[in-house]
């Protein structure tokens, strides 16, 4: 069935280092691709999206690229900083006729650790 | 503008009780969906509403649990005779539409604790 598979945390970084977490997924047709963020104390609340093939999703320094090719969608940040500690979660959205239609399927969720 | 609000913010109920859970969700917004989001885990899809048409049920992990909305307003989640096992983080969440790459945006959530 339709599922996403995250790269398993925690992970711990020092500030300043490069970051990647990895996710594929599981879908037929063309998903919508999507990672959402949740900061310590707050709701979930997405931070950046991509819709279809080789699309390039950014925001607050943070890129992933659609990989149909591979069914990916790998997180990166060039620098990060304390305030990304945070957990990060990879979602798609079925397209019509796909069985995940409408709705959100996310990972398990990976824990990020900036230490200064 | 107002987000999307979820009430109660924390819920604890003796197993075997039945609980409500309450979505406000954006106004305008004609999607709305219920997740359930267990301690260490991803969310979990419960179900989708859209717009008039009949909702999406698929993600209801049994007949005790059921949800209603009013028109494109208000959304409640209910859960019969809970279990230990509904113990979570329950998460509403609204889009303006529910097809193509809308954003869904979360509310608070409600904590459910079953003792």
């Known amino acids: 069935g339709d599922s996403v598979t995250q790269m398993e945390g925690p992970v711990t970084l020092s500030e300043e280092a490069f970051l990647t977490i990895n996710c594929t997924y599981t879908a037929t047709g063309y998903p919508s691709l999507f990672w959402y963020v949740q900061y310590p104390g707050e709701g979930l609340q997405l931070l950046l999206k991509?819709?279809?093939?080789?699309d390039k999703g950014s925001n607050k320094g943070f890129e992933a690229t659609y990989r149909k090719e591979t069914t990916s969608f790998h997180l990166e940040k060039g620098s990060v900083q304390v305030s990304d500690s945070a957990v990060y979660f990879c979602a798609f959205k079925g397209d019509a006729g796909g069985t995940s239609y409408g709705k959100l399927t996310f990972g398990q969720g990976t824990i990020l650790t900036v230490h200064p | 503008g107002a987000g999307v609000s979820q009430s109660p913010s924390n819920k604890v109920t003796e197993k075997g009780k039945d609980v409500e859970l309450r979505c406000d969700p954006i106004s305008g917004h004609t999607a709305l969906y219920w997740y359930r989001q267990r301690l260490g885990q991803g969310l979990e899809f419960l179900i989708y509403f859209q717009g008039n048409s009949a909702p999406d049920k698929s993600g209801l992990p049994s007949d005790r649990f059921s949800a209603e909305r009013t028109g494109e307003s208000v959304s409640t989640l209910t859960i019969q005779r809970t279990q230990q096992e509904d113990s979570a983080v329950y998460l509403c969440?609204?889009?303006?539409?529910?097809?193509?790459?809308?954003?869904?945006?979360f509310g608070p959530g409600t904590r459910l604790t079953v003792t």
């Open positions: 991509a819709t279809k093939a080789d």
């Open positions: 969440a609204s889009s303006l539409r529910g097809t193509g790459a809308y954003e869904q945006y």
